[in-house]
C-alpha cells in the first residue's frame, strides 16, 4: 500500500505547468495519407474501436455513453454484481462482437465476446481505495470473468476479449496476466496492477492519450507490457480532459472509418466530431472510407496555452 501512495503523493507535488511534445504517430511521412493517419494507425484503430467503445459503455448510467454502438456489437446481460462487490466501487459489462458485414444474418455467430471492466468513478475515493491502493478489484475482477465464463449460455468456443478504460485497463490486464489466450485492450490503462508485466504481453494493445493524467503515475509504477499507442487526439485538452474514454474512444472510431464502412456508419449514427488535431474545421464531415486527400493534413500538435486547465 505504501508504494502505491507515495507515487500519489509525488504526483501532486508535481508542478502543473506542462508543454506536451509532439504527435508521434501522424506527423510529416503520413501527412498525404487520410486524414493524416499513418497507416499503422488507421489498422490499429479499425482493429480496436469496438473494444474503445465497449469500455466506454462500461460506464452504465454516464451520460456520454454511445446511443448506438454500431453493427458489429450487441450488449448481453451480464450477472448480478453482488451487493458487496458493487460497494466496493466493481462494475463490468458484456458485448458480442460480430465480424464485419454480418449484421444482415439473423443467424450470426459471434466472433469473440468482450468484457468490458467499468474504470474509475470520480465521485468518492470507493474506487481509489479498492481499486488502487488495495487489490479488491483484482479479486472482483478475476471472480466475475470465472463465473461469466462458467455460464451454461456461453459454453461454446466463442473467444472472450478483455477491455477497460483506466482502472478497468488494470483489471483487462489482470485477467489476461491469468488466462494467457485472453487478449486484452486497455485505453489510458493504469499502471496499478499485480501480476507479471510481462505475462501475456504479446495479446494485450494499449491506447493512451499523449500528457493524459495516468501517464504521470506511470513514473512511478512501469505501465504492463503491451503494443502501445500513443496519440494526440485532443492537443489544446488538459490532462484530466484528456483521461477520459469517450473523447480517446470517438477518436479512434474516426482513424478507423478512413477504413471500415462500420465504423464510419458509428461516427454519422453518434455524430462524432473530427479529433481537435486532425485539419480541417471543427465541423467537418468524416469523408468516408478509402478517402484520398489531395493535400496535405498538417495537424496541431500542441497543446494551445490558452488552456488553463493545467497551466498555473
Not at 453493427?71 to 463490468?92: C, H, M, Q, S, T
Not at 490532462?239 to 464510419?264: M, N, Q, V
Not at 449514427?269 to 472510407?289: I, L, Q, S, T, Y
Request: hydrophobic letters at 40%; a negative charge; one cysteine or more.
Amino acid at each position: 500500500m505504501i508504494k502505491r501512495v507515495l507515487p500519489l503523493f509525488a504526483f501532486l507535488t508535481l508542478s502543473a505547468c506542462v508543454t506536451y511534445p509532439d504527435i508521434s504517430q501522424s506527423r510529416s511521412p503520413c501527412r498525404m495519407e487520410a486524414g493524416g493517419w499513418c497507416g499503422f494507425v488507421r489498422d490499429a484503430a479499425v482493429d480496436a474501436y469496438p473494444y474503445a467503445i465497449a469500455a466506454t459503455n462500461a460506464y452504465t448510467g454516464d451520460d456520454d455513453l454511445y446511443a448506438d454502438i454500431g453493427p458489429n456489437l450487441a450488449a448481453l446481460e451480464r450477472l448480478e454484481i453482488a451487493e458487496e462487490d458493487v460497494g466496493k466501487g466493481f462494475g463490468y459489462e458484456i458485448f458480442a462482437q460480430f465480424a464485419p458485414g454480418s449484421q444482415a444474418d439473423a443467424e450470426r455467430k459471434p466472433i469473440a465476446r468482450i468484457l468490458a471492466f467499468r474504470g474509475t468513478d470520480f465521485d468518492g475515493f470507493t474506487d481509489i481505495f479498492y481499486g488502487t491502493l488495495r487489490n479488491d478489484q483484482i479479486r472482483i475482477a478475476l471472480k466475475y470473468f470465472d463465473l461469466e465464463r462458467a455460464r451454461s449460455d456461453f459454453a461454446d468456443d466463442t473467444p472472450w476479449v478483455v477491455t477497460g478504460h483506466s482502472l478497468g485497463g488494470a483489471l483487462a490486464t489482470e485477467v489476461s496476466i491469468t488466462y494467457p489466450e485472453v487478449r486484452a485492450y486497455m485505453f489510458n490503462t493504469s499502471p496499478f496492477y499485480a501480476g507479471d508485466a510481462m505475462t501475456n504481453d504479446v495479446r494485450r494493445i494499449v491506447f493512451n492519450e499523449r500528457g493524459e493524467v495516468l501517464r504521470r503515475f506511470a513514473r512511478f509504477d512501469a505501465d504492463p507490457a503491451a503494443d502501445v499507442f500513443t496519440l494526440n487526439c485532443g492537443p489544446e485538452n488538459g490532462s484530466f480532459t484528456k483521461h477520459k474514454i469517450r473523447p480517446l474512444a470517438d477518436c479512434l472510431i474516426w482513424i478507423a472509418a478512413y477504413a471500415d464502412e462500420e465504423a464510419g456508419a458509428v461516427v454519422a449514427a453518434n455524430g462524432v466530431m473530427r479529433p481537435m488535431v486532425e485539419c480541417g474545421e471543427a465541423d467537418k464531415p468524416h469523408p468516408g472510407a478509402d478517402y484520398r486527400p489531395a493535400e496535405p493534413c498538417v495537424h496541431q500538435a500542441r497543446r494551445d496555452d490558452r488552456d488553463s486547465e493545467d497551466s498555473n
